[in-house]
């Protein structure tokens, strides 16, 4: 069973800054690619952020709503996910969730473990 830990969440006003962490087991990082989704109230959950190869070593995906404002990075020494989020909007306001996934696409099908996701709240 991989269990995922995320942490990082709360509340800020726009334009600001929020970094979430998600802490997995050894196994997770060697298994499967890691990615950040993320479900606003009345919408499905959608890719954020995500990598395609086990590892994180190679240029990740964004979704274009928040390509040059996020940043993914994945520190496997610490078996550990990070979501830079710069220039919040309150369109970001969403229960943002970690993932193991297939590595390919970053889609829902593709997932195989959920975190119990951490809120993020950006008030205007």
């Known amino acids: 069973q991989v269990r995922l830990s995320e942490s990082g969440g709360g509340s800020v006003q726009a334009g600001g800054s929020l970094r979430l962490s998600c802490t997995a087991s050894?196994?997770?990082?060697?298994?499967?690619?890691m990615a950040w989704f993320r479900q606003a109230p009345g919408k499905e959950r959608e890719g954020v952020a995500g990598?395609?190869?086990?590892?994180?070593?190679?240029?990740?995906y964004y979704a274009d709503s928040v390509k040059g404002r996020f940043t993914i990075s994945q520190d496997n020494a610490v078996n550990t996910v990070y979501l830079q989020m710069n220039n919040l909007k309150p369109e970001d306001t969403a229960m943002y969730y970690c993932?193991?996934?297939?590595?390919?696409?970053?889609?829902?099908?593709?997932?195989?473990?959920w975190g119990q996701g951490t809120q993020v709240t950006v008030s205007s």
């Open positions: 993932a193991a996934l297939f590595c390919g696409s970053v889609t829902n099908r593709n997932v195989q473990f």
């Open positions: 990598f395609s190869f086990i590892g994180g070593g190679d240029v990740p």
């Open positions: 050894k196994f997770a990082f060697s298994t499967y690619c």
